[in-house]
């Protein structure tokens, strides 16, 4: 069984920061991408950020300068580090991988149960 734990979300203020962490833990074989994704209440989840295996990353819309994915292959980790956060920036933050389990063909998407992230003003 494969299980994605995030932590570091909270209450922050404008202006301040979080790193959100998540890692990866179980019968893994191997991992391709990982990424970040965030869900602001009454709307659809949406991209943040991505990163290969190798390292090359994307980020969606104008967080690339203020948000920063990374990831440890060796921990199975991937990390969201998030500076002057906005109140907009406020929603429930999900981490995702695609990988391949042990004794289970082909490559899936795993997802964890999400941290919250709250910007006040």
């Known amino acids: 069984q494969v299980q994605l734990v995030e932590s570091g979300g909270g209450l922050v203020q404008a202006g301040g920061s979080l790193r959100l962490s998540c890692a990866a833990s179980g019968s893994i074989f191997s991992i391709n991408n990982m990424g970040w994704y965030r869900q602001a209440p009454g709307k659809q989840r949406e991209l943040v950020a991505t990163i290969t295996s190798g390292g090359s990353t994307n980020y969606a819309g104008s967080r690339k300068g203020r948000f920063t994915i990374s990831r440890d292959n060796a921990k199975n980790t991937v990390y969201l580090q998030m500076n002057s956060l906005k109140p907009e920036d406020t929603a429930v933050y999900y981490c995702?991988?695609?990988?391949?389990?042990?004794?289970?063909?082909?490559?899936?998407?795993?997802w964890g149960q999400g941290t919250q992230v709250t910007v006040s003003s």
């Open positions: 995702n991988a695609r990988l391949r389990a042990t004794m289970i063909p082909g490559w899936g998407d795993y």
